[in-house]
């Protein structure tokens, strides 16, 4: 009788043990996601922290010029990014922002960049360092998130910490994507790279998680990132003409 109630005793608690493996536990909301921080690389030489610090706190929306913009894909080449459910972060944000860039070069007065046209290897600095170099107005960088739990999903993105124009350029951008996720994750602030050494408003969008296979589905349709890709268009559009 004793040796059952032991039995019984040892089973319950393997239960117990056990049951927290199996569902992964999804503690993502505070994480901010793996994208290279400005410890990473050496700063551009043409970064100028002073324009940077007039541009960006900056509130009030620019004259009515045509505004120089620059895309950047993020990762490629040697570095895919994040890789999960049969696709890649690198052919993900390329198709995206080379989506954008023909949407709003259709239909924006704007004169387009982009820091990569294909599968190739960029620096973090030269992708700073050639938004510096063209005077852009507006820089966005186009990323996929992912995390250890497969359960982590939706949108998210990154402003500069601080700056009321990279917030605004953000928050923009967050509200024309916003209609595509049933996950909404907010305007977050990190010192990346691409954030901190660009000398104007900047932005960086985590569209999904490639570790969540509905958030993967959605990534692998081509009508799916066509609404994103016209979503970013939309958002600078708002942020640059006010409408
Ligand atoms: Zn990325």
């Not at 005077?135 to 996929?144: K, P, R, T």
């Not at 049933?182 to 660009?198: C, H, I, N, P």
Request: hydrophobic share 35%; with cysteine; charged share 15%.
């Amino acid at each position: 009788m004793k040796w059952t109630k032991t039995l019984v005793a040892a089973l319950v608690c393997t239960t117990a043990l056990s049951a927290p493996a199996l569902a992964a536990k999804d503690d993502s909301a505070n994480v901010i996601a793996p994208e290279a921080h400005y410890t990473e690389e050496k700063a551009p030489a043409n970064y100028n922290p002073a324009a940077k610090s007039s541009t960006r706190v900056n509130s009030i929306v620019p004259d009515a010029a045509n505004p120089i913009i620059v895309l950047d894909p993020g990762h490629g080449g040697t570095d895919p990014g994040a890789v999960g459910n049969g696709i890649r972060e690198s052919d993900v944000v390329l198709d995206i922002a080379t989506r954008s860039k023909n949407y709003m070069a259709a239909n924006y007065p704007a004169t387009l960049y982009m820091t990569r046209t294909a599968d190739t290897t960029v620096s973090l600095e030269s992708r700073a360092s050639f938004a510096n170099s063209k005077g852009a107005n507006i820089f966005v960088s186009y990323h996929i998130n992912s995390y250890t739990s497969s359960t982590a999903n939706g949108l998210e993105v990154y402003q500069y910490p601080g700056s009321t124009s990279s917030n605004q350029l953000s928050t923009n951008i967050y509200n024309k994507l916003k209609p595509y996720y049933s996950t909404l994750r907010g305007v977050k602030s990190a010192e990346f790279y691409v954030l901190k050494y660009t000398n104007m408003p900047a932005s960086l969008g985590e569209t999904g998680f490639i570790s969540n296979a509905t958030d993967a589905t959605n990534l692998k349709s081509a009508t799916f990132k066509q609404n994103l890709a016209v979503g970013y268009a939309q958002g600078m559009h708002v942020y640059w003409w006010g409408f």
